[in-house]
């Protein structure tokens, strides 16, 4: 597994990390057998949110209660959750990024999360607020790094007016067939090209690389919008040949070459 430093830590980062949105109803054996493969692969970035599960710090306790990390298997890996997003509205306040922080190191049976990413953009963000609750949140050893998720270049510029941390990382979704983050900058002013349009700010690709932002990607194998994953699908034929043939060619599984090309991609996509 190729590694990294995520630029702004001195956290090293493997090139894929383990997202555990699905885990809410899986046993203790399963949830081990998950975290064990992709350790045994080199993975050992855990990604979770506040929000995964069928109740709050539902996937982030299911975690804690499966593994029961001594304080050195703790040390071994990077944990990374999220928060922002409450039952129908999205909340940047000061008072809900510490509660939230403090209730996803309980569920998640740690003292300290390693980074901290704002879920989706609060359209009444105080970015001050933002600030003041890093501050206090990374003086305390609470937060080691701090990033966003969803973010367009203009939105992670209004934090960084006040945010003092770097801004480490945007989780965008990203995969072979949801990928207007890089077809607006390939398709740029093109008539009649509908990927040509700019809706989500645009050029985040290239911000990200010219502030040393490391792109995380989520539901890389989804068709869509959690509409599916186009691996083997049968809505996506002409695809999946193609990914078949590069799969046997370099005798790897189909999902190696999805994976291949997102981490192909910079900065640092995973």
Not at 84 to 94: A, K, L, M, T, V
Not at 136 to 159: C, M, W, Y
Not at 239 to 265: C, E, F, K
Request: glycine share 6%.
């Amino acid at each position: 597994m190729k590694t990294f430093t995520m630029p702004g830590t001195d956290i090293v980062a493997p090139n894929v990390l383990l997202g555990l949105m699905r885990i809410a109803d899986k046993t203790d054996d399963e949830v081990r057998a998950l975290v064990r493969t992709a350790r045994d692969a080199g993975i050992d970035f855990i990604d979770h949110a506040d929000i995964y599960g069928t109740e709050r710090n539902g996937c982030e306790r299911r975690f804690a209660e499966a593994l029961q990390l001594t304080p050195s298997q703790r040390d071994q890996i990077t944990i990374q959750t999220k928060t922002g997003i409450r039952e129908g509205y999205f909340d940047f306040s000061y008072e809900h990024i510490i509660e939230s922080v403090e209730e996803s190191l309980e569920a998640l049976r740690t003292d300290r999360i390693d980074i901290l990413l704002l879920h989706r953009p609060d359209a009444l963000v105080e970015p001050q607020e933002v600030a003041r609750a890093f501050e206090e949140l990374e003086a305390s050893g609470k937060v080691r790094a701090f990033g966003v998720s969803n973010h367009t270049p203009r939105q992670i510029d209004l934090l960084k007016k006040y945010v003092r941390q770097p801004i480490v990382a945007n989780q965008l979704q990203l995969s072979i067939t949801h990928s207007p983050i890089i077809a607006q900058g390939v398709a740029t002013n093109m008539v009649a090209e509908q990927q040509s349009i700019t809706l989500d700010g645009g050029g985040i690709l290239d911000y990200c690389r010219l502030h040393d932002i490391t792109i995380q990607t989520w539901s890389p194998f989804q068709a869509g919008f959690f509409s599916g994953v186009f691996l083997g699908s049968p809505k996506h034929p002409e695809l999946n040949a193609v990914i078949d043939r590069l799969a046997t060619q370099y005798d790897v599984p189909a999902i190696a070459i999805a994976t291949a090309w997102i981490t192909r991609h910079r900065p640092r996509c995973k």
